[in-house]
């Protein structure tokens, strides 16, 4: 069965520190893979989505960036987290015609 | 932007029919009507999509009226676990256009009551 594997459940970073969270797919591949913020609540945000290795397509500008080294391993990454980048950061892929699913989250306090 | 409107909230009593609408006014022939819904905390979870005839899954049935600019989410008997955010989204199935993205809006707290 296909499962999504999303690491870690929370975590709490210093303003300016580098930030990877790391995303890994099972029982499928070449799968499309998302990563979603959603801040202060309700409102999910489509940051980056994948097509497949090495590409990566950006829908905000901001402080953050993304990468695909392997099929099935989508990594979210910072330089330099800023205050503003706290909320709850969400991969997904699509499992079936349409249907998304989600990993189970990380929320991310930059303090 | 999201293309489609949901009220902010909703009340159901347990046990009880919780009907959610959904605005899609703009919707392409092409495109589908997904549900998902979002319990405090956790992922968003898959609930049901549909073209344009009405379906029904273990979860819920959807209705999509026959001019497609809206449909309703019925979660027949409604209970305490219900209570989540719900989202209405309308997309092309195809994973080619756009990488298959969904655009959520701001969906319907819907809070189901003893």
């Known amino acids: 069965s296909q499962t999504i594997h999303q690491w870690p459940a929370t975590l709490v970073q210093p303003v300016g520190s580098p930030l990877s969270l790391e995303c890994t797919v099972e029982?499928?591949?070449?799968?499309?893979l998302y990563w979603y913020r959603q801040a202060a609540g309700r409102g999910l945000q489509l940051l980056f989505y994948?097509?497949?290795?090495?590409?990566i397509s950006s829908e905000v500008p901001q402080n953050l960036s993304a990468s695909r080294p392997q099929d099935r391993q989508f990594i979210l990454s910072s330089k330099k987290l800023l205050l503003s980048d706290s909320g709850f950061y969400l991969c997904?892929?699509?499992?079936?015609?349409?249907?998304?699913?989600f990993g189970s989250g990380t929320r991310l306090t930059v303090v | 932007d999201a293309k489609t409107t949901q009220p902010p909230s909703m009340d159901c009593a347990e046990g009880r029919a919780a009907n959610l609408p959904c605005n899609h006014s703009t919707i392409s022939g092409n495109e589908y009507v997904y549900w998902y819904r979002q319990i405090h905390s956790q992922g968003p979870q898959y609930i049901i999509h549909?073209?344009?005839n009405n379906e029904t899954n273990e979860m819920a049935s959807l209705i999509i009226t026959e001019d497609r600019k809206s449909s309703t989410l019925i979660l027949p008997h409604a209970t305490l676990r219900d209570t989540a955010v719900y989202y209405c989204i309308v997309r092309v199935a195809s994973l080619n256009n756009q990488g298959g993205k969904l655009i959520f809006g701001q969906g319907t707290e819907l809070s189901v009551k003893p």
């Open positions: 549909g073209l344009k």
């Open positions: 029982g499928t591949s070449n799968p499309n």
């Open positions: 997904a892929w699509i499992g079936m015609v349409g249907g998304y699913t």
């Open positions: 994948s097509v497949g290795i090495g590409q």
